[in-house]
């Protein structure tokens, strides 16, 4: 009855009567069915066909053949005999066409060409690996792509400009560093001797010859404590420099190294009489007294293997001659020692031995106070390059030719292992929050790893041109966020680096200054309370950069 109704409306609205079925397939053909000229002559197709026919690209043509190829080619074309000899000579690779010109008097005397089947299979390689989609490039603008940093004036102050130079090196100086207040600096040079300066004045207040080229010098952190550590070949050289800080603090300091001060009669005298140096508020030191000291140093021995393989390290007392000079306690090791480390509060020491042929003695921990030795790793066979404690809590970081390993002295096991890519690792820094680390390698780049973040650096910064040889962040980031990386290419390249108490906040690095020497640079540190920064290069040159 539906049909019937429905084409009785037909009729009445005049329309012819049709089967629906029938419609109904009419009607998806002429859905399916489209225009494929319309009246301006443009062909009709849907996005995707027409996206395919105005991005094709045509398959490449073959060259037309030259003068080269013709049956008959002009006789300068011929080669000659000795062209001939000289082509049958040639190995294929080094031929430039696979035959040579002929002459013949019509090209039905043409032989059959040798290389039909490789020329026909070279072109059908052309053709399936030719492209047959357009691609569109992107047009973008390379400045854009620049993170969008601060402008480095608006991060002052820091370090721009040579202020200070302290002389009288003849050799590389490895190694500088400065006491916690900032006023003294000491100085490791090839040359055997360790110098100390006064930063404001650049007056050398005392030297010491230790026999050796000095790898590495370091303050004891300790505000309560002067200490000057020395590392020559298979000793470290502990000092008590007096000028440097008061005679309590000198005092406390030859206790806490379980030393008595004796003259050079050898008999115990108080601390007032120390190292038989006039106070640095009492005129200060004479010329007279620093060669007199200068060469009171007796060396010592390396360990032996044999007899003495189950010490780890021993202490020795200076003579009363050294004691007077300032030399209180060296330690004597087993192999030549390359780095040394203070502790934050400076009674743990840590000693680097990466020649050591027994592993395990490659890192050896001192503890000063009760001049107690232990090497914390039985099991380790990888060579260690750099170490250092962390500021706040019991970890130690360790860094070999590939990683940096972070160990939990209290737990005694190793908590986490970072990948530092690239070449060789050469210098480790930690940040003053103990969040963040600096590492440099042989392959120019300074890595800066974030500890809550990922056991792969945060950011892999490729500023310099050789190897980088010392990083450093500034011991006051609140004040001076600060940061900077020494290479052998004679550049200090100074970083703006802001740590953010927000966890959801990456940190802001920004490049503020390069200084530059005309020698490789060995050695970066900063300044305690400002933001200056001293290096040391090969030369032997010493320079304080200020703001």
Request: net charge positive.
């Amino acid at each position: 009855m539906k049909i019937v109704a429905k084409m009785v409306k037909r009729l009445m609205q005049g329309k012819p009567i049709t089967d629906p079925e029938r419609e109904t397939e009419e009607e998806k053909q002429a859905q399916n069915m489209y225009l494929l000229w319309d009246d301006a002559g443009h062909v009709q197709m849907d996005n995707k066909t027409k996206f395919k026919y105005y991005n094709r690209i045509e398959k490449p043509n073959p060259a037309p053949p030259g003068t080269y190829e013709s049956y008959r080619p002009p006789a300068e074309y011929l080669p000659s005999e000795k062209a001939k000899a000289k082509y049958q000579r040639l190995r294929n690779i080094d031929k430039k066409e696979h035959f040579l010109p002929e002459q013949f008097e019509s090209l039905r005397h043409v032989p059959f060409y040798k290389r039909t089947i490789q020329d026909r299979y070279q072109r059908c390689l052309d053709l399936s690996l030719f492209p047959r989609r357009q691609r569109t490039r992107l047009v973008v603008d390379p400045s854009k792509l620049l993170p969008d940093l601060p402008d480095p004036k608006d991060l002052r102050p820091f370090p721009e400009r040579l202020s200070f130079l302290y002389k009288g090196h003849t050799a590389c100086v490895r190694s500088i560093s400065l006491n916690p207040t900032g006023e003294y600096l000491a100085t490791a040079c090839d040359d055997h001797l360790v110098r100390v300066y006064e930063v404001l004045t650049g007056r050398l207040m005392k030297r010491y010859d230790l026999g050796a080229p000095i790898q590495q010098v370091e303050f004891s952190p300790s505000p309560t404590h002067n200490i000057l550590a020395a590392a020559v070949e298979y000793t470290i050289v502990l000092i008590v420099p007096t000028f440097a800080a008061h005679d309590a603090i000198n005092e406390h300091s030859v206790r806490f190294l379980r030393a008595s001060v004796v003259n050079a009669d050898g008999v115990a005298t108080d601390a007032k009489a120390t190292a038989g140096l006039a106070s640095a508020r009492a005129g200060g030191i004479t010329q007279t007294t620093i060669d007199t000291d200068e060469t009171v140093h007796q060396p010592v021995g390396d360990l032996h293997d044999t007899e003495e393989k189950e010490k780890r390290a021993d202490y020795v007392d200076g003579t009363p001659q050294e004691r007077q000079a300032g030399i209180i306690v060296k330690v004597k090791m087993h192999a030549k020692v390359k780095r040394i480390t203070f502790h934050a509060k400076g009674d743990y020491m840590c000693a680097l031995c990466p020649k050591d042929h027994v592993k395990y003695r490659q890192t050896v921990m001192l503890q000063l106070s009760k001049r107690t030795v232990f090497c914390p790793f039985r099991k380790f066979a990888e060579v260690v390059t750099d170490c250092r404690f962390h500021p706040r809590e019991p970890l130690f970081f360790l860094t070999t030719t590939n990683s940096v390993r972070c160990y939990n002295l209290m737990a005694h096991k190793l908590q986490k292992r970072y990948k530092a890519h690239g070449g060789l690792t050469t210098c480790l820094s930690l940040h003053p929050d103990g969040d963040n680390f600096l590492v440099g390698d042989t392959t120019h780049h300074t890595q800066w790893f974030d500890c809550d973040y990922s056991d792969k650096p945060y950011k892999r910064m490729k500023s310099h041109k050789g190897v980088v040889n010392s990083v450093e962040y500034h011991k006051n980031t609140e004040a001076y966020p600060l940061f900077a990386s020494g290479a052998s290419d004679g550049q200090v390249h100074v970083f703006h680096g802001m740590v953010y108490d927000d966890y959801n906040k990456n940190a802001l690095i920004v490049p503020v200054k390069i200084l530059r020497h005309t020698r490789p640079v060995y050695c970066v540190t900063w300044h305690p309370s400002l933001p200056w920064v001293f290096t040391s290069t090969e030369d032997g040159t010493v320079s304080c950069w200020t703001e």
